[in-house]
């Protein structure tokens, strides 16, 4: 009896080893990529026939919680979606502001592309509180004639404790 339940321990110890060294191998490199802009760099060239606009998303740095002196600080991942399944889109510009409307970062230098249903993203830290309750952001696209125009999505997120907070806002075309 004995031998038969150290076996079974054993037995029970070797799967959960081998379950916990199974997911750390399937977790490594899976972490997604945070977007190069620096190594993107796209030209427009004066005979390209593209349709320009420009787009607003709200970003949420922080945000109020009982009354205005209680804030929760969040993170939040911008993302920048081509829609198109066949062609490029063209950002120009990505510039981030704070909630007195004060630019914090350009995070395009020089015209960038999105290849065809590919998705570039910014991620601003929980620590920072740059944006405050207000933050948003300004995007400047091309794209080809007739083709649909990119999405522009923020996912705001905190964890304290067990208390889990998140929501999410969508670009809105503004030219």
């Not at 409307?101 to 065809?116: A, E, F, H, L, M």
Request: charged share 20%.
């Amino acid at each position: 009896m004995k031998r038969s339940r150290l076996y079974h321990m054993a037995l029970v110890l070797v799967v959960f080893s081998l379950a916990a060294s199974s997911c750390d191998e399937t977790t490594k490199g899976k972490r997604p990529k945070i977007s190069d802009f620096d190594n993107r760099a796209a030209e427009i060239k004066p005979s390209d026939s593209l349709q320009y606009g420009s787009t607003y998303l709200s970003v949420y740095s922080q945000i109020y919680s009982f009354s205005e002196n209680a804030i929760h600080d969040l993170t939040a991942t911008v993302s920048f979606h081509n829609t198109s399944s066949s062609e490029n889109i063209i950002i120009t510009k990505a510039d981030y502001f704070n909630t007195d409307g004060d630019i914090i970062k350009s995070y395009v230098n020089t015209p960038v592309y999105i290849r065809p249903l590919e998705t570039l993203q910014i991620v601003i830290a929980e620590e920072d509180e740059d944006g405050g309750t207000g933050g948003n952001f300004i995007f400047d696209w091309a794209k080809a004639p007739e083709k649909p125009e990119p999405l522009f999505e923020a996912v705001m997120i905190s964890t304290v404790g067990q208390q889990g907070l998140s929501f999410t806002t969508v670009g809105r075309r503004i030219q």
